[in-house]
């Protein structure tokens, strides 16, 4: 189905198809190569191009809400005479907007237009100066849907964050899912109410003053449902850790990027959403001169433009290289932001002491020290981790500061641990309270994920529910053959599979307002609110930005000038360790306390300015 055409407009490209019949509520009608239209045809997809067949205009097609879906005749080149003269299965369309039943039934009609916006006053807002919130349909509420989390927004709203970011939504294998496993693009998973619901999820944000950013996933789809194979080359020789590579450079591959670049068109024009995180682009195999991040980035600002609202797109890219967040115009990939994992490590390991894996890379407190002076910890230093050198400085005079995204827990860096345990499995509330601090504070745009501004008890793990059995089996094994690997005990590895797996990481709602989690969730709002009120917290130039740490005592100071050289600005003392620490601030002893963790006291300091006094994993932020 069309993304922009009328809601009974069928249109599909299938460049290697003998013919084409879409039967529509168990009728077939013969559809015909777009090319052989007149001129003067409908414009559309199906018109601009080869390969795409649609219907003829005299075609009697039922009007309203209609299931649907396609047969394709053999290619010319495959089989026996009698072979191409067969016809494949009813296929969901590749642009499906709706599949009921599921990615391996029909497809169904929705025409977008119907829902009657009332977010004309959402003016939008920006990357810069933002708080995040990442969350997951399907168990940020009991009942999993986009309806329920509407009924959350104002827990939101007095959080103070700016933006909701949502796991991938598109359709899925199964009842759950985390949404990496999506094979319909265009679609919403019916589970969480369909695309209606996320109309009226953005709507009710928007209403609220919180934008939404959808994370979308382009380099590979799910291991079950994945028709595209059937219509056109999406897909090309090689495979990454996920699966097999898109087609974005070879023979076809312009109709595969119209398939990704529409996508894209279609979440800003007809669900008005306000940003994008890419999923993993790193996988993105692309070697046309034009890469397909600077296309997509380019479509997104030429709608902003259009729309009046500030548009931009987030990617997740473990390549260090600052070249992904330098506009198209200075000759790079265009994107607004990127995901920092050096500041989650480094932030991490500060917190918890864990050093295996990744981590062992970021064992010291000075490369936190860095991460905030510098933005990429491996800016073309060795990493142990990887056993070669990697990344690029950041050129501090192109690139901001709020570009970069940053965490101290995410979807991948909690379900992706053994058990799915946040930090709050095994730190106390101060230093939870202390993590806050590190995150609200620093230079870069920090996101949140779901329930950690309470400190859930609730675990986040991997669950699945492929209806397959071989293939549920498959992942379950393979999830503890992966753990076993890196030395965890198997039996901590919960099954993918296990209806519990999915029910256990929901959210629990009633913790909010009980003990430690309500202390940890005033703390989130304070900080939420000081990241609000005190500039120098927001300053987008690196060059207000100074550090200090002393590695065993486990104490670290961050100072954010009012201006690069002032003697004034804002400086935030943090404890790192289980001890009370004496940390030097500039300033007098009697100068403001922003936010405090704990007794926290200023003394003059014997070589001039103050020192603060912390107790174990306190922290304080001080105007000087």
Partial sequence: MNTRDHLNRFDVWAPHARSVTVRIEGDDHAMVPAASLPAGSPEGPA????????????????AGTVRYGYVLGKTFDEGTPEERSQV???????????????????????????????????????????????????????????????????????????????LPVNGFNGEHNWGYDGVLWYTVDESYGGPAAYQRFVDACHQRGIGVI??????????????????ADYFKPGSSTWGDLINLDGWGSDGVRDYILDNVEMWLRDYHVDGFRLDAVHALQDHRAVHILEEIAELVERVGVETGRPLFTVAESDLNDHRMITPTTAHGLGMTGQWLDDFHHAAHVALTGETQGYYADFAALGTLDKVMRDAFYHDGTMSVFRGRHHGRPVDKQRVRPWQFVTCIQNHDQVGNRAAGDRISASLSADQLVLGATVLLTQPFTPMLFMGEEWGASTPWQFFTAHPEPELGEAVAKGRKAEFAAMGWDESTVPDPQAPSTFTDSKLDWDEPGRGDHARVLAAYRELIALRRAVPELTDPRF??????????????????????????????VLNFGAAPVEAPVPGAADAEVLFRSGEVSLTAGADGGAVAALPAHGAAVVRY
Wanted: proline fraction near 7%.
């Fill in 543 to 572: 060059a207000t930005i100074d550090t200090d740490h002393d590695e065993d005592a486990r104490w670290f100071v961050l100072r954010r000038a009012t201006a690069p050289g002032s003697d004034h600005g804002v400086a935030v």
């Fill in 214 to 231: 959808q994370d979308v996933v382009y380099n590979h789809l799910g291991p079950s449902g994945n028709y595209l194979p059937l219509f």
């Fill in 88 to 166: 494949s299965e009813v296929l969901p369309d590749p642009r499906s907007r709706r599949q009921p039943q599921g990615v391996h039934d029909l497809s169904c009609t929705f025409d977008p237009s119907a829902h009657r916006w009332g977010d004309a006053a959402w003016t939008g807002r920006t990357l810069a100066g933002s708080v995040i919130y990442e969350l997951h349909i399907g168990t940020f509420t009991p009942a999993g849907t986009l309806d329920a989390a509407v009924e959350r927004l104002d827990h939101l709203v007095e959080l103070g964050v700016d933006f909701v970011e949502l």
């Fill in 47 to 62: 018109a601009r191009r080869d390969g795409w067949w649609t219907l003829p205009d005299d075609a009697d097609v039922p």
